[in-house]
């Protein structure tokens, strides 16, 4: 059953990556920037936040600017590609009754117009870490290989909830708190290790927290992240992945009365 | 023939949230139960049914945008819908894109998208507004991109939901020419619809589902008429008896199922009549049930603009036959005029026979009703049979003692249906006298083929076929439609010998035959004496013996050939026959007319290489020959030997025609 979901998605790679194509300039129609907006948006928000961490809650670390950065941009990214595609299922609920689009196409689809969005802004924005950190361009293919795995992972959760969502249609509601409460848990705009040791478990336990501090290893330290948080990267994203395509499978057929 | 689509036992439901003040409700709805068919490679498929029948949810099901929640679902093919317009586009999208991106969500390959891109742009028609954003479209336009879509992404089997409404005329022709012309790729096509003309003449198989299940699965005809005639808030009354028949009335309609088949197509029977110059049918009366038993419908219906109230008996009587009596009441009753019930048969019933002879209904529908086949004055019945199926065979029979009369025609295209009206007695000025009544049977009695006879010699043969004879040489038919008959014009209205009496044969040898014809409404009869000289040549007879003094206008022999006699000769002048005149309603043109010994028809092409000669034996005083053109409508030439002067004839025997016909082979031009 699940090979045959694979195999699904091998069938349809070339028209997922239409359609998430067609999704971003659908999304951008008629705004002044367009796919600027990729770039604009982050920087506008990591300025604000910046602005006030540090002259107001008097932060101190250096290139705090570029700390929250590398942090806020994979936020960024995930916070909208999960409640995307959380929404999925409902919101083209048109498309799902005219064409015979098989499920799983559609959550991907939306997390992949995410995924397109970010690249495209985080590769415009990857030289200015260079010109701070020339070394990090060494680490060029273990960024690739978080942003990969991370994108899997943003995959299955975002099938799973959108699952989730075709019964529970609260779930939308949930889910935008949900994710205000999550960022807070991860050490985006601090260092775990300014948490208190009674509750760094919460970091700890918090799945974003492996991919974050995988980019701010890449991005911000120039370092190479311990082996060991890579492999758990990858095999995590893909119990999600998984996770998130039996779930699917399981309910497809339930979800196409519902929505 | 390949299966690409099979349904067994499938069955759906949904749970639909009633909410309500105190409690909200979760409501189980099948809305498909037990659905079993199956569709075979270019089958045409139309699927009827009122609305939340479930038509949606069963295209939907076949497309595998939904799965069945009991039975299974084969496919062999990826189909293709137009379901909602509009569905599937992303507003903020160019119609291209929205092209680009409905392949997409199709699943079509970048390269099969980019050749059928070009299509898809013509057939829609969209001009430059194909570049605009999909949000600024009109319905019109959704459906012309929806469905240009649909029909050039090459699927074996297209869907076609109830879409049609919104689309112009002229783009609505489009859509329809390419879908037969799809029909003819032998693409398979689901189409679900209310034009139920369009359906009669484009699919071959019809389903009619009600309230989820299917009711009928067959030709589209029958189909289409179950689905009429249960049309409406009241199902309407259906009674039955043992014979296997039932009536079922319905606002207006009857309609009568004989073991499980319907007899009437298209609108079942009703009762039409003209009041001040305006056509009223009892399908515009409000309906009541007075009385229903076990064997009567009792049914009343009134016409609101006009002071008018029709009553209906319908009875079984013995032996399954059915009794149906209008009658009128009401202030407007004097002013009604050309009552008459209108019965649709289906085409296949191709004969139908009456006293005055049997007759072929043929293959042509017009544009409209016209084409009268017969004009029966008749007592006695009208039996309409079906050749293929011998116990359903018709008859309509009138009662002795009223003077009903019927026309007998072919419907126009669009209903490809046979039309009976029989009308009730009338006094001159058109109006009813007495209430209308018919008995209507099934009778599986063997047509009996009443008094034909033969005769031969080598080539020549003559087939005597109730008041006609029709000349045969060497294999080819010399006559045309009434071929050999004759007609006395008395009262402003024409007697034929084929339609308006009944013949015996007196006399039968291989060479000759002498008939007796006894004239239905006029009290006289007229005798033929038909001898065959030789193998080119036979000798005709005809006396006129009337019982009572009568004043004739017209007394004519006549014998019918085909247009393609192009040429005529009487005596020693020729011509060529003009064109026919395009007036119809009988407008016979008489192209030479004298004292003529012999006339005849002859063609330069030779295609019929004969040349077919009346020769006058016995010149009757006051009689000419003729030679006509007739209407367009008959397409047809007469060599005639007529007397057109009024004559008062007395009880007696008289000769009016006395003649040979011979045919001869046509060498050359000359004769």
């Given at each position: 059953?699940?090979?045959?979901?694979?195999?699904?998605?091998?069938?349809?790679?070339?028209?997922?990556?239409?359609?998430?194509?067609?999704?971003?300039?659908?999304?951008?129609a008629?705004?002044?920037?367009?796919?600027?907006?990729?770039?604009?948006?982050?920087?506008?928000?990591?300025l604000?936040?910046?602005?006030?961490?540090?002259?107001?809650?008097?932060?101190?670390?250096?290139?705090?600017?570029?700390?929250?950065?590398?942090?806020?941009?994979?936020?960024?990214?995930?916070?909208?590609?999960?409640?995307?595609?959380?929404?999925?299922?409902?919101?083209?609920?048109?498309?799902?009754?005219?064409?015979?689009v098989?499920?799983?196409?559609?959550?991907?689809?939306s997390?992949?117009?995410?995924?397109?969005?970010?690249?495209?802004?985080?590769?415009?924005?990857?030289?200015?870490?260079?010109?701070?950190?020339?070394?990090?361009?060494?680490?060029?293919?273990?960024?690739t290989?978080?942003?990969?795995?991370?994108?899997?992972?943003?995959?299955?959760?975002?099938?799973?909830?959108?699952?989730?969502?075709?019964?529970?249609?609260?779930?939308?509601?949930?889910?935008?708190?949900?994710?205000?409460?999550?960022?807070?848990?991860?050490?985006?705009?601090?260092d775990p290790?300014?948490?208190?040791?009674?509750?760094?478990?919460?970091?700890?336990?918090?799945?974003?927290?492996?991919?974050?501090?995988?980019?701010?290893?890449?991005?911000?330290?120039?370092?190479?992240?311990?082996?060991?948080?890579?492999?758990?990267?990858?095999?995590?994203?893909?119990?999600?992945?998984?996770?998130?395509?039996?779930?699917?499978?399981?309910?497809?057929?339930?979800?196409?009365?519902?929505? | 023939?390949?299966?690409?689509?099979?349904?067994e036992?499938?069955?759906?439901?949904?749970?639909?949230?009633?909410?309500?003040?105190?409690?909200?409700?979760?409501?189980?709805?099948?809305?498909?139960?037990?659905?079993?068919?199956?569709?075979?490679?270019?089958?045409?498929?139309?699927?009827?049914?009122?609305?939340?029948?479930?038509?949606?949810?069963?295209?939907?099901l076949?497309?595998?945008?939904?799965?069945?929640?009991?039975?299974?679902?084969?496919?062999?093919?990826?189909?293709?819908?137009?379901?909602?317009?509009?569905?599937?586009?992303?507003?903020?999208?160019?119609?291209?894109?929205?092209?680009?991106?409905?392949?997409?969500?199709?699943?079509?390959?970048?390269?099969?998208?980019?050749?059928?891109?070009?299509s898809i742009?013509?057939?829609?028609?969209?001009?430059?507004?194909?570049?605009?954003?999909?949000?600024?479209?009109?319905?019109?336009?959704?459906?012309?991109?929806?469905?240009?879509?649909?029909?050039?992404?090459?699927?074996?089997?297209?869907l076609?939901?109830?879409?049609?409404?919104?689309?112009?005329?002229?783009?609505?022709?489009?859509?329809?020419?390419?879908?037969?012309?799809?029909k003819?790729?032998?693409?398979?096509?689901?189409?679900?619809?209310?034009?139920?003309?369009?359906?009669?003449?484009?699919?071959?198989?019809?389903?009619?589902?009600?309230?989820?299940?299917?009711?009928?699965?067959?030709?589209?005809?029958?189909?289409?008429s179950?689905?009429?005639?249960?049309?409406g808030?009241?199902?309407?009354?259906?009674?039955?008896?043992?014979?296997?028949?039932?009536?079922?009335?319905?606002?207006?309609?009857?309609?009568?199922d004989?073991?499980?088949k319907?007899?009437?197509?298209?609108?079942?029977?009703?009762?039409?009549?003209?009041?001040?110059?305006?056509?009223?049918?009892?399908?515009?009366?409000v309906?009541?049930?007075?009385?229903?038993?076990?064997?009567?419908?009792?049914?009343?219906?009134?016409?609101a603009?006009i002071f008018?109230i029709?009553?209906?008996?319908l009875?079984?009587s013995r032996?399954?036959?059915?009794?149906?009596?209008?009658?009128?009441?009401?202030?407007?009753?004097?002013?009604?005029?050309d009552?008459?019930?209108?019965?649709?048969?289906?085409?296949?019933?191709?004969?139908?026979?009456?006293?005055?002879?049997?007759?072929?209904?043929?293959?042509?529908f017009?544009?409209?009703?016209?084409?009268?086949?017969?004009?029966?004055?008749s007592?006695?019945?009208?039996?309409?049979?079906?050749?293929?199926?011998?116990?359903?065979n018709?008859?309509?029979?009138?009662?002795?003692?009223?003077?009903?009369f019927?026309?007998?025609?072919?419907?126009?295209?669009?209903?490809?249906?046979?039309?009976?009206?029989?009308?009730?007695?009338?006094?001159?000025?058109?109006?009813?006298?007495?209430?209308?009544?018919?008995?209507?049977?099934?009778?599986?009695?063997?047509?009996?083929?009443k008094?034909?006879?033969?005769?031969?010699?080598?080539?020549?043969?003559?087939?005597?076929?109730?008041?006609?004879?029709?000349?045969?040489?060497?294999?080819?038919?010399?006559?045309?439609?009434?071929?050999?008959?004759?007609?006395?014009?008395?009262?402003?209205?024409?007697?034929?010998?084929?339609?308006g009496?009944?013949?015996?044969?007196?006399?039968?040898?291989?060479?000759?035959?002498?008939?007796?014809?006894?004239?239905?409404?006029?009290?006289?009869?007229?005798i033929?004496?038909?001898?065959?000289?030789?193998?080119?040549?036979?000798?005709?007879?005809?006396?006129?013996?009337?019982?009572?003094?009568?004043?004739?206008?017209?007394v004519?022999?006549?014998?019918?050939?085909s247009?393609?006699?192009?040429?005529?000769?009487?005596?020693?002048?020729?011509?060529?026959?003009?064109?026919?005149?395009?007036?119809?309603?009988?407008?016979?043109?008489?192209?030479?007319?004298?004292?003529?010994?012999?006339?005849?028809?002859?063609?330069e092409?030779?295609?019929?290489?004969f040349?077919?000669?009346?020769?006058?034996?016995?010149?009757?005083?006051?009689?000419?020959?003729?030679?006509v053109?007739?209407?367009?409508?008959?397409?047809?030439?007469?060599?005639?030997?007529?007397?057109?002067?009024?004559?008062?004839?007395?009880?007696?025997?008289?000769?009016?025609?006395?003649?040979?016909?011979?045919?001869?082979?046509?060498?050359?031009?000359?004769?």
């Amino acid at each position: 059953m699940l090979v045959e979901k694979f195999k699904e998605i091998y069938r349809y790679r070339s028209n997922l990556w239409t359609i998430a194509n067609f999704n971003l300039k659908d999304r951008y129609a008629g705004s002044l920037l367009g796919l600027a907006w990729a770039v604009v948006v982050p920087c506008l928000l990591m300025l604000s936040v910046t602005v006030v961490f540090r002259y107001v809650f008097r932060i101190e670390i250096k290139n705090f600017e570029l700390f929250v950065f590398s942090g806020l941009f994979p936020w960024m990214f995930t916070s909208s590609a999960l409640f995307d595609s959380a929404t999925s299922l409902v919101s083209q609920r048109n498309i799902l009754r005219q064409f015979a689009v098989p499920r799983i196409v559609v959550p991907l689809a939306s997390a992949l117009t995410n995924f397109l969005n970010y690249i495209f802004g985080f590769l415009l924005v990857y030289p200015i870490f260079l010109i701070v950190n020339p070394g990090i361009i060494e680490l060029f293919p273990v960024f690739t290989f978080t942003i990969v795995t991370h994108f899997i992972f943003v995959c299955g959760l975002g099938l799973l909830l959108s699952v989730i969502n075709a019964f529970y249609r609260g779930l939308t509601h949930v889910l935008g708190v949900v994710l205000i409460i999550w960022l807070w848990a991860t050490p985006v705009f601090y260092d775990p290790l300014m948490v208190p040791v009674e509750f760094r478990w919460v970091i700890y336990c918090n799945p974003m927290n492996l991919y974050i501090s995988a980019y701010r290893d890449v991005l911000f330290f120039g370092r190479l992240p311990q082996p060991n948080l890579l492999a758990v990267m990858i095999i995590f994203s893909f119990i999600v992945f998984v996770s998130g395509l039996f779930v699917l499978s399981k309910n497809e057929r339930k979800i196409l009365k519902k929505i | 023939m390949i299966e690409i689509v099979k349904f067994e036992e499938v069955s759906q439901y949904f749970e639909v949230l009633l909410k309500k003040k105190v409690k909200s409700e979760k409501k189980k709805t099948w809305s498909l139960k037990d659905i079993s068919f199956s569709l075979k490679k270019g089958e045409i498929l139309g699927i009827v049914g009122d609305n939340g029948a479930g038509k949606t949810t069963l295209l939907r099901l076949i497309c595998g945008i939904l799965y069945p929640d009991k039975g299974k679902i084969k496919r062999l093919v990826d189909p293709i819908a137009v379901l909602e317009l509009g569905a599937g586009f992303k507003e903020e999208l160019t119609g291209r894109e929205n092209i680009f991106l409905s392949a997409s969500l199709l699943g079509l390959s970048k390269r099969k998208a980019e050749r059928v891109y070009q299509s898809i742009v013509e057939f829609a028609e969209l001009g430059e507004y194909i570049d605009a954003a999909v949000k600024t479209y009109s319905q019109g336009m959704f459906l012309r991109l929806a469905f240009s879509i649909a029909i050039n992404i090459e699927s074996e089997l297209l869907l076609i939901d109830d879409v049609f409404s919104v689309g112009d005329a002229g783009f609505g022709q489009k859509c329809i020419s390419k879908l037969y012309e799809l029909k003819t790729k032998g693409i398979a096509i689901i189409v679900v619809s209310h034009d139920l003309s369009f359906l009669r003449n484009f699919c071959e198989r019809v389903i009619f589902l009600k309230q989820g299940s299917i009711v009928s699965d067959g030709p589209a005809d029958s189909v289409i008429s179950a689905y009429i005639s249960q049309l409406g808030v009241d199902p309407g009354f259906v009674i039955s008896n043992k014979n296997g028949i039932s009536i079922r009335f319905n606002k207006g309609r009857i309609f009568i199922d004989y073991q499980q088949k319907p007899l009437f197509s298209f609108e079942g029977a009703k009762s039409v009549f003209c009041f001040n110059q305006r056509w009223f049918s009892s399908i515009e009366a409000v309906w009541e049930l007075i009385q229903v038993e076990d064997n009567l419908i009792y049914v009343k219906g009134i016409y609101a603009e006009i002071f008018l109230i029709e009553s209906w008996k319908l009875r079984f009587s013995r032996h399954g036959e059915i009794s149906w009596e209008v009658s009128f009441a009401g202030e407007a009753l004097p002013f009604l005029s050309d009552q008459h019930l209108r019965f649709m048969f289906f085409r296949d019933f191709e004969r139908f026979h009456t006293v005055g002879g049997s007759y072929s209904f043929g293959t042509d529908f017009y544009d409209r009703d016209y084409d009268i086949l017969q004009r029966c004055i008749s007592q006695g019945s009208i039996v309409l049979e079906q050749p293929k199926l011998k116990d359903r065979n018709f008859e309509f029979m009138f009662s002795e003692k009223l003077d009903n009369f019927a026309k007998i025609f072919n419907s126009d295209f669009i209903a490809k249906s046979r039309v009976l009206l029989v009308y009730g007695a009338q006094n001159d000025a058109g109006r009813l006298i007495k209430d209308i009544k018919v008995r209507i049977s099934m009778t599986d009695k063997k047509i009996e083929h009443k008094n034909e006879c033969l005769i031969h010699k080598d080539d020549l043969e003559l087939r005597f076929d109730q008041g006609r004879v029709r000349f045969y040489y060497q294999g080819y038919e010399l006559t045309k439609k009434l071929s050999f008959y004759t007609s006395l014009y008395f009262e402003q209205r024409w007697f034929d010998s084929h339609s308006g009496a009944v013949w015996q044969i007196k006399e039968h040898s291989d060479s000759l035959f002498v008939a007796v014809g006894r004239w239905l409404r006029l009290p006289l009869k007229q005798i033929w004496q038909v001898n065959i000289v030789s193998p080119t040549c036979f000798s005709i007879v005809v006396f006129l013996c009337p019982d009572e003094k009568i004043d004739f206008q017209t007394v004519q022999t006549n014998v019918m050939v085909s247009d393609k006699y192009s040429n005529w000769v009487a005596g020693k002048e020729q011509g060529a026959f003009p064109d026919f005149n395009p007036l119809t309603d009988s407008y016979w043109e008489s192209v030479i007319k004298g004292c003529f010994d012999k006339i005849g028809v002859f063609t330069e092409s030779g295609i019929c290489p004969f040349l077919v000669e009346l020769e006058i034996e016995e010149k009757i005083p006051g009689y000419e020959a003729n030679i006509v053109n007739s209407d367009i409508l008959h397409r047809a030439r007469l060599l005639q030997y007529s007397n057109d002067n009024l004559q008062s004839l007395l009880p007696g025997k008289y000769l009016c025609f006395s003649g040979r016909v011979s045919v001869c082979k046509v060498k050359n031009h000359g004769l």
